[in-house]
């Protein structure tokens, strides 16, 4: 059973940075490709950025220039830096795991909290 375990959200003040890191476990076949949605209330899961196994990165316009993700193969984990943290990117932050083992299989985590103060 594929289990995604997110880590490092939290509160952190407007301008400050947060690592969000998401591990995933009980993989079968390859891992394609790890990302990192949002959601805050009221509004659509959006796509914060993605990332390839290859390590070709994707970003929402939102997030570019302040956010960062990365991919550690060997460990199946996907990290996000967060840099210049407004209060606008307060949400639910959810990773995602594609996968490939005969078809594209796509896993969720449960989800981390990521408040900023103004």
């Known amino acids: 059973q594929v289990q995604l375990v997110e880590s490092g959200g939290g509160l952190a003040q407007a301008g400050g940075s947060l690592r969000l890191s998401c591990a995933a476990a009980?993989?079968?076949?390859?891992?394609?490709?790890m990302g990192w949605y949002r959601q805050a209330p009221g509004r659509q899961r959006e796509l914060v950025a993605a990332?390839?196994?290859?390590?070709?990165?994707n970003y929402a316009d939102s997030v570019k220039d302040r956010f960062t993700i990365s991919i550690h193969n060997a460990k199946n984990t996907v990290y996000l830096q967060m840099n210049s943290l407004k209060p606008d990117d307060t949400a639910v932050y959810y990773c995602?795991?594609?996968?490939?083992?005969?078809?594209?299989?796509?896993?969720w985590g449960q989800g981390t909290q990521v408040t900023v103060s103004s």
């Open positions: 990332i390839t196994s290859g390590g070709a990165p």
């Open positions: 995602k795991t594609t996968t490939w083992y005969r078809a594209p299989h796509d896993y």
């Open positions: 009980g993989i079968i076949g390859s891992i394609t490709a």
